[in-house]
């Protein structure tokens, strides 16, 4: 019984040490993770509205795929919105930040969070790729087919098809949200 | 002395020879600068358990040893997530989830078992280094063949102005992309564990 | 994601071995014959499906209370390595036969990428309790489905004539590959698809 005391208690030992250690350590690390996410949201929504100001988060209730929204004001009138919403990437869900006029002009899109393949999706991680999309919508075509794009960019990309129509639905549908809000 | 320490290079390569910590050598390697990170990760969490276990190995009762051994692992793994993710967010997010599976990498706890806990601390730490940066060089080479064939790109740090990115010509515009696939990262491992048991047979064959 | 979607997303589409990677060594390792790894694949499904209840109950119960987060790779591990000791036990008490089918495998399963890595990513997605309990039996089915398929393979590979420096483990990945890129046609729009 004693036996069995003394070894429960190294290992208790070991244990409450690496407990305390990793306690530290969070300590320190922790303040710079949450600086760093609130900073790279901050640039993000900087970066969409365009010099616009960013009005409140607004949560919708619905069981919608488009999470909330931010409306954006040049003095009193509301010139546009940035729609956060998830579309369905290949490996799981994408999560995305769009700046959407009220006339349903895509202004710009910024890819938060995803799950995809490195090489393939992942390539929606970078800002050139979304440039196909941008200044699409009201009245032309927000791309979401292969069809809907020109030979070069159909070519570019070749292999995140799913991811590609993934953000084009996406982002139909966030143009169809702002659509309605203007209705309001 | 010096043996223990390049031993793990070729010889005892971890991934190449023994065929261990197959997970992360296939999952991130899709880019030679995720292999390089992985690498760090790894190198250090090896040190670090490596140097405590020889350091413990009177201490650490013999029938917990494993338990004692995992919670020495996991509070390196712990502190590289953390610390990765506080500095280096890009690649934290582009490793995923296999930093915290740094823990159940075999090469670590077997390291741990077959070689820290008997040995002195200086052998230890060379033997850390040795499979560390042999399991490194493992990754960067299935990266290299990934990335330079997958996407037509070599990523390496940014440094100055250099943005990190070397792009190959020819294979930037019109890349094999299965190579950057799973199946990609599986046939390549195929293709490479073949070449390194070809080499290892005409080896012989000379002696 | 409704339950169905779960089981599917988990079985085919982000399949642990052939699109994540997440338990190679077992798959490469242990996928000589059919026999073992049918053993392998419902022991590692079994602990799978205890691990994902009991992490959950862990990070719920345990680590999100005491604002405790950060110890959660290193709680989840302890668990599993328990969790894998206790399950020794009870089998060999309970039932010979099995503890003998399966008896070999038990110890390999508590450094297997998969065990941890449902627990990780079960946590990830935010499941509830019924989704990660669901998620880890899918999750765990997928890699018997794996490497059942593997080990058929290679049995029929090994009455084939192979060039020698390929023989082995080199011809086994090359395999696997293949399987993967067959894995390829499942993925979230199939699911979309099928589910609406």
Same mark, same amino acid.
């Not at chain 2, 793994?77 to 990765?84: D, H, L, N, P």
């Not at chain 2, 330079?148 to 790109?153: D, I």
């Not at chain 3, 680590?63 to 894998?84: E, H, K, W």
């Given at each position: 019984m004693k036996e069995v005391m003394k070894i429960g208690g190294k290992l208790a030992a070991i244990c409450a040490i690496a407990a305390i250690a990793l306690g530290v350590v969070n300590a320190i690390t922790e303040p710079i993770i949450l600086a760093a996410r609130a900073e790279k949201l901050r640039l993000a929504l900087s970066e969409l509205s365009a010099g616009l100001e960013i009005g409140e988060f607004i949560k919708t209730?619905? !069981?919608?795929s488009i999470i909330g929204y931010y409306p954006l004001s040049s003095g009193e009138k509301t010139e546009a919105y940035i729609i956060n919403i998830i579309g369905d990437g290949y490996a799981g869900d994408l999560n995305l930040l769009t700046a959407i006029s009220n006339g349903g002009e895509v202004l710009s899109v910024v890819l938060m969070e995803d799950t995809e393949t490195p090489g393939l999706g992942k390539e929606? !991680?970078?800002?050139?790729?979304m440039e196909k999309f941008i200044g699409t919508g009201n009245g032309s075509i927000i791309p #979401? #087919?292969?069809?809907?794009?020109?030979a070069k960019d159909a070519d570019s990309i070749t292999g995140a098809s799913i991811t590609f129509i993934g953000i084009g639905k996406a982002l139909n549908e966030a143009a169809g949200f702002v659509s309605q809000l203007g209705g309001m | 002395m010096l043996k223990e320490f390049t =031993?793990?290079?070729? =010889?005892?390569?971890? @991934?190449?020879?023994? @065929?261990?910590?197959?997970c992360p050598a296939l999952g991130v390697s899709t880019k030679v600068i995720n292999s390089l990170g992985m690498g760090a990760g790894v190198i250090f969490v090896l040190l670090g358990s490596n140097i405590f276990v020889s350091l413990l190995k009177n201490f650490i009762p013999e029938k917990v040893r494993i338990p004692a051994y995992i919670v020495i692992i996991a509070s390196f793994v712990t502190i590289v997530e953390m610390v990765m993710e506080a500095f280096l967010p890009a690649l934290y997010d582009s490793l995923g989830v296999f930093v915290p599976l740094i823990v159940v990498n075999c090469i670590i706890l077997g390291r741990a078992e077959a070689f820290a806990n008997k040995n002195t601390v200086k052998a230890s730490i060379l033997d850390a280094l040795g499979m560390g940066l042999g399991f490194t060089l493992a990754l960067v080479i299935i990266a290299l063949v990934r990335e330079v064939f997958g996407l037509g790109t070599i990523t390496l740090f940014p440094m100055g102005s250099f943005n990190g990115v070397i792009e190959i010509p020819g294979l930037i515009d019109s890349p094999v992309r299965v190579f950057g696939l799973a199946a990609g990262a599986l046939l390549v491992m195929g293709l490479l564990k073949a070449l390194f048991t070809w080499i290892e047979d005409i080896r012989r064959v000379k002696q | 994601m409704s339950y169905i979607g779960i089981i599917i997303t988990f079985v085919f589409i982000n399949n642990f071995i052939l699109?994540?990677? *997440?338990? *190679?060594c077992p798959f490469i390792g242990v996928s000589k014959n059919v026999e073992s790894a049918v053993g392998m694949g419902f022991a590692v499904t079994f602990v799978m499906a205890l691990a994902s209840i009991s992490s959950w109950v862990i990070y719920h119960y345990v680590l999100v209370p005491l604002d405790i987060v950060f110890l959660q790779t290193i709680s989840f591990i302890l668990v599993i390595a328990a969790l894998v000791q206790f399950v020794e036990l009870v089998i060999q008490k309970i039932s010979p036969a099995l503890y003998k089918a399966l008896g070999i495998f038990l110890p390999l399963i508590t450094t297997n990428c998969a065990v941890l890595g449902i627990a990780l990513i079960n946590v990830r997605n935010d499941y509830n309790a019924l989704e990660s309990f669901i998620a880890g039996i899918a999750a765990g089915l997928g890699f018997l489905l794996a490497i059942l398929l593997m080990s058929t393979i290679r049995v029929k590979l090994d009455t084939e004539w192979v060039p020698k420096p390929f023989r082995g483990i080199p011809i086994a990945f090359i395999t696997g590959g293949l399987m993967a890129l067959a894995f390829m046609a499942f993925d979230n729009a199939l699911l979309k698809n099928l589910l609406g």
């Amino acid at each position: 019984m004693k036996e069995v005391m003394k070894i429960g208690g190294k290992l208790a030992a070991i244990c409450a040490i690496a407990a305390i250690a990793l306690g530290v350590v969070n300590a320190i690390t922790e303040p710079i993770i949450l600086a760093a996410r609130a900073e790279k949201l901050r640039l993000a929504l900087s970066e969409l509205s365009a010099g616009l100001e960013i009005g409140e988060f607004i949560k919708t209730d619905n !069981e919608s795929s488009i999470i909330g929204y931010y409306p954006l004001s040049s003095g009193e009138k509301t010139e546009a919105y940035i729609i956060n919403i998830i579309g369905d990437g290949y490996a799981g869900d994408l999560n995305l930040l769009t700046a959407i006029s009220n006339g349903g002009e895509v202004l710009s899109v910024v890819l938060m969070e995803d799950t995809e393949t490195p090489g393939l999706g992942k390539e929606a !991680e970078n800002a050139s790729y979304m440039e196909k999309f941008i200044g699409t919508g009201n009245g032309s075509i927000i791309p #979401s #087919s292969k069809s809907h794009l020109n030979a070069k960019d159909a070519d570019s990309i070749t292999g995140a098809s799913i991811t590609f129509i993934g953000i084009g639905k996406a982002l139909n549908e966030a143009a169809g949200f702002v659509s309605q809000l203007g209705g309001m | 002395m010096l043996k223990e320490f390049t =031993k793990g290079l070729i =010889k005892e390569n971890p @991934v190449f020879i023994i @065929v261990l910590g197959l997970c992360p050598a296939l999952g991130v390697s899709t880019k030679v600068i995720n292999s390089l990170g992985m690498g760090a990760g790894v190198i250090f969490v090896l040190l670090g358990s490596n140097i405590f276990v020889s350091l413990l190995k009177n201490f650490i009762p013999e029938k917990v040893r494993i338990p004692a051994y995992i919670v020495i692992i996991a509070s390196f793994v712990t502190i590289v997530e953390m610390v990765m993710e506080a500095f280096l967010p890009a690649l934290y997010d582009s490793l995923g989830v296999f930093v915290p599976l740094i823990v159940v990498n075999c090469i670590i706890l077997g390291r741990a078992e077959a070689f820290a806990n008997k040995n002195t601390v200086k052998a230890s730490i060379l033997d850390a280094l040795g499979m560390g940066l042999g399991f490194t060089l493992a990754l960067v080479i299935i990266a290299l063949v990934r990335e330079v064939f997958g996407l037509g790109t070599i990523t390496l740090f940014p440094m100055g102005s250099f943005n990190g990115v070397i792009e190959i010509p020819g294979l930037i515009d019109s890349p094999v992309r299965v190579f950057g696939l799973a199946a990609g990262a599986l046939l390549v491992m195929g293709l490479l564990k073949a070449l390194f048991t070809w080499i290892e047979d005409i080896r012989r064959v000379k002696q | 994601m409704s339950y169905i979607g779960i089981i599917i997303t988990f079985v085919f589409i982000n399949n642990f071995i052939l699109t994540q990677f *997440l338990g *190679l060594c077992p798959f490469i390792g242990v996928s000589k014959n059919v026999e073992s790894a049918v053993g392998m694949g419902f022991a590692v499904t079994f602990v799978m499906a205890l691990a994902s209840i009991s992490s959950w109950v862990i990070y719920h119960y345990v680590l999100v209370p005491l604002d405790i987060v950060f110890l959660q790779t290193i709680s989840f591990i302890l668990v599993i390595a328990a969790l894998v000791q206790f399950v020794e036990l009870v089998i060999q008490k309970i039932s010979p036969a099995l503890y003998k089918a399966l008896g070999i495998f038990l110890p390999l399963i508590t450094t297997n990428c998969a065990v941890l890595g449902i627990a990780l990513i079960n946590v990830r997605n935010d499941y509830n309790a019924l989704e990660s309990f669901i998620a880890g039996i899918a999750a765990g089915l997928g890699f018997l489905l794996a490497i059942l398929l593997m080990s058929t393979i290679r049995v029929k590979l090994d009455t084939e004539w192979v060039p020698k420096p390929f023989r082995g483990i080199p011809i086994a990945f090359i395999t696997g590959g293949l399987m993967a890129l067959a894995f390829m046609a499942f993925d979230n729009a199939l699911l979309k698809n099928l589910l609406g």
